[in-house]
């Protein structure tokens, strides 16, 4: 750690101290909740700042797909345990909008902010990247909308289907689990470790990748904290759990990757801080979620691929959006403004549902 900054190191301090006030504010008694939920919302973005550190010292020797991969794997941790704990405690409305709302803030919000700043570091106001992985991502986020479509179909028809969605949502996220993984292995075995930074790290591999563990197993605790003062706050606060889940906790919980993608991308790594943001949209659609589905059946509410039409409809228009714009490996400042215009208009709609 010698190597560190002055700066860096009075950062990873008081990240630390936050961490530890969060903590103390969710055992101790007399606390209130919404400074609770404050401080546990503060040590996340503390957590996403150390994971975004670490993924810039691991991308300077790793290629950008297994970089992106890791910080993914790590900064979505507080997603499932966020969502688990809801399961546990009878929220279902704020368990399903807040893995939908994983998914829209990643492909719209954070993708939107990346490529703005990205588009503002090109000289010409391009941002430039691979195409392939913005590609497979459509696809994943597609299959994973097909399912969700023709439950949700099903449901609004109440067919003869609509007595099975349990059984059909635990043999869809079986099949949609395959299909990543198979991807998966493809997409790893083409990362081109030279892509990366040529700036040699100020951390060796070790370290950097003790630093990326610990700040995401933290931020997994952290969520627990989250939770915990979410209800209450909803209720002093006055707002709707369907926006609780779908932009509040979906944030918070995407702290890592909204920290990670647009530093990268203001340094002018646009392969990186795209690969780190498509990987969470396709961990999240075509991984977390199915996998949550079939955790959940080990909590005391179960989840589905059976969700309001009005979020069907913002999911597959956002597979849509996402491929068009980043489909051709380009993109401007323009396009970022309109994910980030489409992400406010669906929070909009969100805060407006019960």
């Known amino acids: ?17 936050v961490t530890v006030a969060a903590g103390i504010a969710r055992y101790a008694g007399g606390v209130s909740h919404v400074l609770a939920f404050a401080l546990a919302t503060v040590a996340l973005a503390a957590m996403a700042w150390i994971v975004s550190f670490s993924v810039d010292q691991l991308g300077r020797r790793l290629g950008p797909a297994v970089t992106g991969f890791m910080q993914s794997s790590v900064g979505n941790l507080p997603e499932f345990f966020v969502v688990i704990f809801a399961l546990n405690a009878g929220q279902r409305v704020v368990a399903e909008t807040a893995i939908l709302g994983s998914i829209l803030v990643n492909a719209l919000l954070v993708l939107g902010l990346v490529i703005v700043a990205g588009a503002w570091r090109a000289r010409d106001g391009v941002m430039r990247f691979s195409p392939r992985l913005p590609n497979d991502t459509a696809t994943l986020l597609l299959i994973s909308t097909f399912i969700i479509v023709l439950v949700g179909l099903t449901d609004s ?31 790893l075995r083409s990362d081109d470790p030279a892509s990366g930074q040529e700036q040699a790290p100020r951390l060796p591999p070790p370290a950097s990748a003790a630093l990326l563990i610990v700040a995401g197993t933290a931020s997994a605790f952290v969520s627990d904290w989250f939770v915990h003062a979410l209800q209450p706050t909803i209720h002093t606060l006055h707002i709707s759990q369907a926006f609780a889940g779908l932009v509040i906790v979906a944030i918070a919980g995407n ?43 080990l909590t005391a509410t179960t989840l589905t ?33 309109a994910l980030i215009a489409a992400f406010v208009i669906l929070a909009t709609v969100a805060a407006f549902e019960s």
């Open 1 to 17: 750690m010698r190597s560190l900054g002055l700066t860096e190191r009075v950062v990873l301090g008081g990240a630390a101290l």
């Open 255 to 297: 702290a890592v990757e909204n920290t990670a993608g647009i530093v990268l991308a203001a340094k002018g790594r646009s392969e990186l801080a795209i690969s780190v943001v498509k990987n969470s949209v396709a961990q999240i659609a075509a991984f977390l979620y199915p996998l949550l589905v079939l955790v959940s059946l």
């Open 305 to 337: 691929f059976t969700l309001a039409p009005v979020y069907i409809g913002a999911l597959l228009g956002t597979a849509v959006i996402v491929w068009q714009i980043t489909g051709d490996g380009e993109a401007t400042m323009f396009e970022g403004a």
């Open 157 to 187: 028809a109440r067919d003869a289907a609509s007595h099975h969605i349990k059984t059909i949502s635990i043999v869809g996220a079986v099949a949609i689990l395959a299909v990543y993984a198979s991807w998966l292995m493809q997409y």
